[in-house]
């Protein structure tokens, strides 16, 4: 039996409407709001922990640890968003024999608040996984992708707002380009989008017409390619100009603490990725002292908890 691993990585922030800058003073007033903000990514239908069979991950990961620490946390804390980054399939003989039910049945009962989509979750082709989402009391969440000639119309949103007491909250998604990477016979004629215009268009309407506290972006471009020119977290965030944080996925990166990024205004963006197989549940705390004036401030935690 491994006992639980927990990584906190601890910073002031003061941000605001324009995005996030570091915070040099000490606060004028109590935080009104707090906001526990709970994602994973690349689970990849593994909904039992791994197999005690000596590998380094063995005993961890699973629904049942998961949905015992998310119900833990809910009972502390008030504000709790949970959101995943996407390829919740593909993995296990779950989805080989199911088709991905037991996955969105699983995440419903976990209380997922949003989802975006990833390359695996095509793999039985964009019309399972529409019928997949008959089992899903959460919303698919992508910004990118066009579905107007395939099953998937009316079937996501390109952003969710969710509300968490005085919190707005503005939520979009990224998907990678399929083509190359998915057979087209699985996508059919899905039309990818830039993700830098799209975001930049997203996080502007959530900002300025939406009047949003808070963004996040659930990408699943992943984390960073260097100097490959392909697009990931590190270089969207470098780019954007009113993103705040960025859920990743795709890479199977799993960071002990977040990177952070200055974005084209010098503001700073919160990268995270929690690695893969729902081994990690990732964890960032965000006290709010004046939503009011869409300015929040204090100690955000990023914290990566895992529990056997």
């Not at 941000?15 to 689970?43: C, F």
Request: aromatic residues 10%; glycine residues 10%; charged residues 20%.
């Amino acid at each position: 039996m491994q006992s639980r691993r927990t990584f906190i990585q601890q910073t002031t922030w003061l941000l605001g409407a324009a995005g996030m800058a570091p915070s040099t003073g000490v606060l004028a007033a109590p935080a009104q709001e707090k906001l526990v903000l709970l994602h994973t990514n690349d689970v990849h239908s593994r909904l039992d922990p791994f197999p005690m069979d000596g590998s380094r991950n063995q005993g961890l990961g699973g629904v049942a640890q998961r949905m015992q620490l998310i119900k833990q946390i809910r009972n502390e804390n008030k504000h709790v968003l949970l959101l995943d980054a996407g390829d919740i399939f593909q993995g296990t003989p779950y989805f080989n024999f199911f088709k991905g039910e037991p996955e969105m049945k699983a995440m419903s009962a976990m209380g997922y608040d949003a989802a975006t989509m990833g390359n695996h979750d095509f793999d039985g082709g964009i019309d399972n996984f529409a019928k997949q989402l008959e089992h899903a009391n959460f919303p698919v969440i992508i910004s990118n992708y066009k579905f107007t000639a395939t099953s998937m119309q009316g079937n996501y949103k390109p952003y969710q707002i969710f509300k968490k007491g005085r919190i707005r909250i503005g939520v979009f998604g990224l998907g990678i380009e399929l083509e190359g990477l998915v057979p087209k016979s699985l996508y059919q004629q899905t039309i990818y989008h830039s993700p830098q215009d799209v975001a930049d268009e997203m996080a502007l309407h959530l900002r300025k017409y939406e009047k949003c506290d808070l963004i996040i972006c659930l990408s699943h471009l992943g984390f960073d390619y260097g100097k490959n020119p392909k697009i990931s977290d590190v270089s969207l965030a470098a780019a954007s100009a009113d993103i705040d944080i960025i859920i990743g996925g795709h890479t199977h990166t799993f960071l002990n603490e977040p990177r952070v990024v200055a974005n084209k205004a010098g503001r700073q963006v919160i990268i995270n990725q929690v690695g893969w197989g729902g081994i990690y549940l990732g964890r960032i705390d965000i006290e709010f002292a004046d939503v009011h004036k869409q300015k929040f401030a204090g100690t955000v935690n990023m914290v990566v908890e895992q529990k056997s």
